[in-house]
């Protein structure tokens, strides 16, 4: 055992379709010795993702096991490391860190991560918008980047209201490319037009698809960005031109069909649409060492600039964050639930 020996952290259960409340319980979370390449972190802050719905629903690429530990990304202290000279100096640093797979969570006092997995903050980054560094905005960068790969002169935004997709209004805007974002709620249309939207449509519009059609065609629009899936991927690619390509990196929508779409094979032969996936952890795997440190230089810069904010709905201890994770769970364009694991 380390000087530090135990911290309270949120454990899961086996019930992957359990309410939230019956899906996770708190305990005293004992902190083994390090291994090769692993770094502590003290956690200062920490928020609820799509991808940490979806992981605890039993949908995410890692299955949900019984007595791991939740939370993906956030922000804290590196108090201990067992990772050469790189450990050494992160040592006492402020870092953006990412879950180690299948080993730690981070809704935690204390999480044990790779070293490689954390990103010293520039002190212009506090630590709220610190802890969302990582998964969405570094997926805002790769998806307008693949869209740019592409030739996309303009993309559609599906689910544009979640922190994804403003930051893809944002940061497609910064790039040039214009962007047409559907939303369900009335709410978030004068929201998304203020952020630079050049077209904000209700999906719940009986005409909806007739203004997707003309919007696509108007503004050349070629790629789509989705996060839904299920009817929606196949519904808003018909719509697009010839030779669209629509790029999935969620699965909002619940769905039967274990797959979480219903593609057209007559489009994909006929229409030559296509359809990828990204996911961030995979990109991560697969990044060289110095890829990655460019995309966080990037990210962070863009952050210190105000290109990228993350809306926060509240800061939450252990007590009461249960409780802002279900509504998280209904409502997210509400804002990010922030776990404070030490306050």
Request: glycine share 8%; charged share 20%; net charge neutral.
């Amino acid at each position: 055992m380390t000087e530090l020996n135990k911290g309270l952290a949120l454990r899961l259960l086996e019930e992957a379709d359990a309410p939230f409340e019956q899906r996770l319980y708190l305990l005293e979370k004992p902190l083994d010795e390090l291994e090769s390449g692993q770094v502590r972190v003290k956690m200062l802050a920490t928020p609820v993702n799509p991808s940490d719905l979806v992981y605890l629903r039993g949908q995410y690429g890692l299955p949900p096991q019984a007595a791991a530990y939740a939370g993906f990304e956030g922000c804290g202290i590196v108090v201990e490391a067992n990772a050469g000279l790189y450990g050494k100096w992160l040592t006492g640093k402020r870092v953006a860190i990412s879950a180690q797979p299948g080993k730690d969570g981070v809704w935690a006092q204390y999480a044990t991560t790779l070293a490689n997995y954390c990103l010293p903050l520039r002190k212009e980054i506090d630590d709220i918008q610190g802890s969302t560094l990582i998964v969405n905005p570094c997926t805002v960068v790769c998806l307008v980047e693949r869209a740019q790969q592409l030739g996309a002169k303009a993309i559609v935004i599906n689910a544009a209201a979640s922190q994804v997709g403003k930051g893809l209004i944002r940061y497609a805007q910064m790039q040039g490319i214009k962007t047409i974002a559907t939303v369900r709620s009335a709410n978030n249309v004068e929201v998304l037009q203020k952020l630079g939207a050049d077209y904000v449509l209700l999906t719940t519009d009986d005409n909806f698809s007739e203004q997707l059609q003309a919007a696509a065609e108007q503004c050349h629009a070629s790629v789509l960005v989705d996060a839904v899936a299920d009817q929606d991927t196949a519904g808003v690619l018909k719509q697009l031109p010839n030779g669209s390509t629509a790029i999935v990196y969620g699965r909002l929508q619940e769905s039967q069909d274990p797959l979480g779409g219903h593609f057209s094979v007559g489009d994909m032969i006929f229409r030559d649409t296509r359809i990828e996936g990204f996911w961030l952890a995979r990109y991560f795997r697969k990044a060289s060492f110095w890829r990655a440190f460019k995309l966080n230089r990037k990210v962070q810069k863009l952050f210190a600039e105000g290109i990228f904010h993350t809306d926060i709905r509240g800061e939450y201890g252990f007590d009461d964050f249960i409780p802002a994770l279900t509504h998280y769970a209904e409502h997210k364009s509400d804002g990010k639930v922030i776990l404070r694991p030490n306050n």
